[in-house]
């Protein structure tokens, strides 16, 4: 079975660039070997990880693999099929709707345009972390008040002459032709026999709309919240529902998995040795963090009930933090006396390996045992 590389980074098949690059970011830091030292499955999705994020994040692979797929990329030829859409549970539904994938279903309407209604919001990480109120405006389809959505100025009808009435048109030559709703006559095999001076046979008018509505916490990129009866009117006074689909703005510091939140944090490399204590930030406040005598570069820590709490799970994330060790880039002479003086304390010979001597953080962590 072929991979996807949409689904091992996450991500829809028409995500961009940016969104390409934090998923990436993200699992990435999940499955870094660093963090999963032995776990050969860990060490697999990484590998796969950075697969697709090779493909994906250039442009040119990318369009020959959303194309033909894997083998389209060492010049066999195919197509890819689609990437299996999701769903988001239903909540808050007594209030404004729900939130669903984006298979979510928008009907169609036998008229001349759809009654559901989607637009994209745009909102900050902390928005989406803890919730928040916004106000959206928007256009919806009223029917035309002269034609009543028929289009036509008396409302007499003529066969469709670009499909002659079938409703259908098939394009492509050769050996391969695709079959396809006319967009002359949306599918009907009719148009008006005289236009409509009002709307020129599009059948309904744009009216302007504004709406605020409360975001829960936890919402994150890709998800959509229904609001009902909020959408297009059609001819016949079925009122469609809107759609608002959610986009995160990446944050500075922190990275999103799920409800889980990922922070790298500067350590300098003496506080590492010594295994001092210091103040990080968390999504609520500030928190300590007490490093073990001699921590690793790229160690992470875990604290419970630091991340997001979900709108579908029920329980907040963790906050994970990896450190990264900073060592000094420029020494004073005092300083590389000092340290040259250190590393002789430790019986560590300039230009040897300590490979077979007792090792420093081990040493460190005898001090204080008595």
Partial sequence: MEVDYYEILEISKNASGDEIKKAYRKLALKYHPD?????????????????????????KKREIYD????????????????????????????????????????????????VDLEIPITIEFHEAVFGCEKEIKYSHKTPCPDCHGTGSKDGKK????????????????????????????????EVAAEKCPTCGTSGYQEEEQSLKINIPEGVD????????????????????DLYVSISVKEDEYFVRHNDDVYIEIPVFFTQAVLGESITIPTLRGKTELKLPIGAKDKQQF???????????SKHIGRLIVQISIQN????????????KKLQDSFEVKSGSSVGDNQSVFDKIKNWFKG
């Fill in 158 to 189: 003529q066969t469709c002459k670009h499909c002659g009435g079938r409703g259908q048109i098939s394009r492509g030559n050769g050996f391969m032709s695709i079959v396809q709703e006319c967009p002359y006559c949306n599918g009907t095999g």
């Fill in 67 to 114: 194309r033909y797929g894997k083998e389209g990329l060492s010049g066999a030829s195919g197509f890819s099929g689609f990437g299996a859409d999701f769903d988001i549970s239903d909540i808050f539904s007594s209030f404004f709707g729900d939130f669903a994938g984006r298979s979510g279903g928008r009907r169609k309407s036998a008229d001349k345009y759809p």
């Fill in 35 to 59: 963090r999963n030292a032995g776990n050969k499955e860990a060490e697999d999705k990484f590998k796969l990880v950075n697969e697709a994020y090779q493909v994906l994040s250039d442009d």
């Fill in 302 to 312: 875990i604290f419970e009930n630091e991340g997001v709490n979900g709108v579908n």
């Fill in 328 to 339: 000094p880039k420029k020494l004073t002479a005092e300083q590389e006396e000092l340290l």
């Fill in 221 to 240: 990129s890709g998800m959509r919240m229904r609001i009902a009866g909020k959408g297009n009117v059609s001819p016949r006074g079925d009122v469609g």
